[in-house]
């Protein structure tokens, strides 16, 4: 259908196509330009006498004007044109013809599939739920809150696994007075239908419920009217998460899905998630585990080890500066290789120490007399494979320990002949002392 006026005065250049789309208060045209067929775009129309529909496109364009973000429907212009009796205020946004999120979880998750797909769900659903969680991330940063966030309002973007948030007929600026309830009853955070709060928060719930769309093809409440109604706003309840999902997923839903919206997390904080995190690559290079060189933490993580057996660590928490601690911790999450070689480590014995210990535990046990085992002193010395000045340690106790023994059980030798001379010494005196007193004596 050509247009055929403009209330400006300026006849508009562009052709309204056929009928992509239908939302609360509007109707979206494929349009192409007069002037060149190849370009086209999307232009979301309502009629001027909708008092209340014009007020809500007018909000739209407002908003879109002020935003700029791949991650976000690009707003191209807009226009009053007066067709056949009626006149239309227009919006135009850039055209994307690959459907919407809920188009593509219906097509992937049928009743049949579901738990199978959902066990092992493809990397589509987290790329999608990056670009979604980036989106309200940008628009939140700049106080607006979208208010209806669910998979019809998602758009799939033409570079693979790339979407694009649109439909912002129900947003608002934060901050300003309650606008009253507004947004998709299944979709809609607590505080919202109870019409308590609208906020960043209120756009997070509406995220989770969106991916559990996204897994199961379904509204994340079942549509039973006032009752659902009734189980959202003043219930203990929340969505049933599907089954079988990764952990991670199941993490990410429970830090959006949360009765209070102070309990929720920010989408600054949620890009941050382990789900998101190996995703994007719209988003910066993140360090992996993998990237990194790590440092052994026991003998068994060293590459050459064969052993199976488990290694026990101990907590050992030395008193250590802080600002060093984060140093060496940045160190380790770096891509360069760590210099074990550097100032700063603790002291736990030294040397000198361990050959004193040593070495009067081996005198010990010769003064007691013990019987000196090579075997039971090689395991128990507490010195064991330490070099000084190229000499094992080890093998100097040993050396003295046994020149000691050697010297005792001869010095016992020794006394013992000394004192078999004394006496035999003594009895020769004796005896020669007795004859001569008997010869002295012997004659009175």
């Not at 232009?43 to 008092?51: I, R």
């Not at 209806?148 to 901050?175: C, E, M, Q, R």
Request: charged share 25%; proline share 5%.
């Amino acid at each position: 259908m050509r247009t055929i006026g403009h209330t400006g005065g300026d006849t508009p250049n562009w052709v309204r196509r056929s009928c992509i789309g239908k939302g609360s208060f509007g109707v979206v045209h494929l349009a192409v330009n007069e002037s060149d067929d190849s370009f086209t775009f999307a232009v979301k129309s309502v009629e001027q006498n909708s008092t209340e529909f014009v007020r809500c496109l007018e909000n739209e364009i407002g908003i879109l004007k002020s935003l700029s973000s791949p991650y976000v429907v690009q707003y191209i212009g807009d226009d009053t044109t007066c067709e056949s009796s009626s006149v239309y205020r227009n919006l135009h946004m850039e055209y994307l013809p690959n459907g919407t999120l809920a188009d593509v979880a219906k097509v992937n998750r049928t009743e049949e599939q579901s738990e199978i797909c959902i066990g092992c769900y493809n990397e589509n659903i987290r790329s999608y739920t990056r670009c979604l969680t980036s989106a309200l991330n940008y628009i939140h940063a700049r106080n607006v809150v979208h208010c209806d966030v669910k998979g019809a309002n998602v758009l799939i973007g033409d570079t693979p696994d790339t979407a694009k948030l649109a439909d912002f007929g129900s947003a608002i600026k934060f901050g300003v007075p309650f606008p009253g309830t507004r947004g998709t009853p299944q979709w809609m955070a607590p505080e919202v239908i109870r019409g308590e709060y609208v906020g960043p928060e209120s756009d997070v719930w509406s995220l989770g419920c969106t991916v559990i769309e996204m897994l199961t093809g379904k509204p994340p409440w079942p549509d039973r009217g006032a009752d659902t109604l009734r189980q959202i706003g003043y219930s203990d309840d929340i969505p049933e998460f599907p089954t079988r999902v990764p952990d991670d997923l199941h993490d990410f839903l429970n830090k959006c899905i949360k009765r209070k919206p102070s309990e929720r997390w920010s989408c600054d904080q949620l890009l941050r998630h382990p789900f998101l995190l190996p995703c994007s690559s719209h988003s910066p290079p993140q360090i992996t585990i993998n990237d990194c060189k790590l440092s052994p933490r026991c003998v068994f993580d060293f590459p050459d080890s064969n052993s199976s057996n488990e290694s026990t660590v101990e907590n050992y928490q030395p008193h250590i500066n802080t600002s060093t601690a984060k140093r060496r911790i940045g160190k380790l999450a770096s891509n360069t290789r760590v210099n074990w070689e550097s100032e700063g480590w603790e002291t736990v014995r030294h040397v000198t120490e361990e050959l004193t210990e040593t070495t009067s535990e081996c005198w010990e046990d010769a003064e007691s007399g013990a019987s000196y085992d090579y075997d039971v002193e090689s395991t128990s010395c507490n010195a064991r494979g330490t070099m000084v000045g190229g000499v094992y340690i080890e093998s100097v106790n040993r050396y003295r320990c046994n020149i000691f023994v050697w010297l005792e059980k001869m010095f016992s030798i020794f006394v013992l002949i000394n004192s078999n001379v004394i006496r035999h010494i003594q009895y020769t005196q004796w005896v020669n002392f007795k004859s001569k007193f008997l010869e002295i004596f012997g004659n009175i």
